[in-house]
Nanobody, 119 residues
Framework: QVQLQESGPGLVKPSQTLSLTCTVS??????????WSWIRQPPGKGLEWMGA???????AYSPSLKSRTSIYRDTSKNQFTLQLSSVTPEDTAVYYC???????????RGQGTQVTVSS
């Protein structure tokens, strides 16, 4: 059974770049036809899809975050990474990595990691 585990700093200062990595076990991130997403949930709000990388390595991003977001992968480690630049306190959220069958689908996700943006 596939498992996803997020890792990264829990506290980031404003204007810095947030970097989170998802390590996948029990399945390959290059397996047809899965898509690997990052989603987040700010306090008191719903889930927000941020972007995804496909089994082929192609990417798609939320239009509202596209200018600040980058997702890439390391197939040798079976990991994919989120980078979010110029963070503000509004980027405080629980961040999840997830697997789906399309760019904006995320039916299966990890446990999540809390990220707080504060000086």
């Amino acid at each position: 059974q596939v498992q996803l585990q997020e890792s990264g700093p829990g506290l980031v200062k404003p204007s810095q770049t947030l970097s989170l990595t998802c390590t996948v076990s029990g399945g390959s991130i290059t397996t047809n036809y899965y898509y690997w997403s990052w989603i987040r949930q700010p306090p008191g709000k719903g889930l927000e899809w941020m972007g995804a990388i496909s089994y082929r390595g192609t990417t798609a991003y939320s239009p509202s975050l596209k200018s600040r977001t980058s997702i890439y992968r390391d197939t040798s480690k079976n990991q994919f990474t989120l980078q979010l630049s110029s963070v503000t306190p509004e980027d405080t959220a629980v961040y999840y990595c997830a697997r789906g069958s399309g760019y904006r689908e995320y039916g299966y996700r990890g446990q999540g990691t809390q990220v707080t943006v504060s000086s």
